[in-house]
């Protein structure tokens, strides 16, 4: 069985500062992981994704995530905060073959003038 | 730029009424999802197609829900009688393996937005 915990439901940072998300997963395999993102009455983009190999991964708009096995996280992180990184966040698990994607309950980021 | 389309993007239905929406996947795409997003929630997996063959359909409310991809290409969800509780977020997504293939990136529509009155 996979699952998400997203630890936040809600996130302000002011422009320019770190932003963290957290994102914490079960998995008894093997998982594949995913960050979306989600902006309002839109459907969802892919930032990035972890499958196999390197553990930071990158992704689109300067976003990075990092698996750590040990910590069974995949928390997202940006040097610098911009406005139009103001939006929701997802964090998915899914596994080999067929298995569906599991996403968290999101984490609405604000982002401070 | 390929994308996945979705319509209506907004329906507006009383309860018992019927609701159907429609989803093209980008061409090629084999694999076809249904998700339900509940505001401040995560999507929920209703039904996976791959090609025409549903692959996982374990959370559809199948007394009241029914989902079709006939042709392998574009596909249905259906709600009769809708019920105020299905009031959501309709997504659609494809990818162009299965779930947890190294080619399993899902592709996202724009959603339709459904409120039951």
């Known amino acids: 069985a996979q699952s998400v915990t997203q630890l936040g439901s809600h996130v302000s940072v002011s422009e320019g500062a770190l932003v963290l998300l957290r994102c914490n997963y079960s998995?008894?395999?093997?998982?594949?992981l995913f960050w979306y993102v989600q902006y309002p009455n839109q459907g969802l983009q892919l930032l990035l994704k972890?499958?196999?190999?390197?553990?930071l991964v990158k992704g689109i708009n300067g976003f990075e995530a990092e698996f750590k096995k040990s910590e069974t996280s995949f928390h997202l992180t940006k040097p610098s905060a911009h406005m139009s990184d103001a939006a929701e966040y997802f964090c998915a698990v899914s596994g080999s073959g067929f298995n569906k994607f599991y996403f968290g309950s999101g984490t609405k980021l604000n982002v401070k003038p | 730029e390929a994308e996945v389309a979705q319509s209506p993007r907004y329906k507006i239905t009383e309860k018992s009424q019927a609701v159907a929406f429609w989803c093209d996947p980008i061409?090629?795409?084999?694999?076809l999802y249904w998700y339900r997003q509940i505001l401040g929630q995560g999507p929920e997996l209703l039904v996976q197609?791959?090609?025409?063959?549903?692959?996982?359909d374990s959370q559809l409310p199948k007394d009241r829900f029914s989902a079709e991809r006939l042709k392998g290409v574009d596909s249905t969800l259906k709600i009769q009688p809708a019920e105020l509780g299905d009031s959501a977020m309709y997504l659609c997504?494809?990818?162009?393996?299965?779930?947890?293939?190294?080619?399993?990136?899902?592709?996202f529509g724009p959603g339709t937005r459904l409120t039951v009155l």
């Open positions: 998995s008894s395999v093997p998982p594949y």
């Open positions: 197609f791959q090609d025409e063959s549903v692959v996982d």
């Open positions: 997504a494809s990818s162009l393996g299965g779930a947890g293939t190294s080619s399993n990136e899902q592709f």
């Open positions: 972890y499958t196999t190999g390197a553990t």
């Open positions: 061409s090629g795409h084999a694999t």
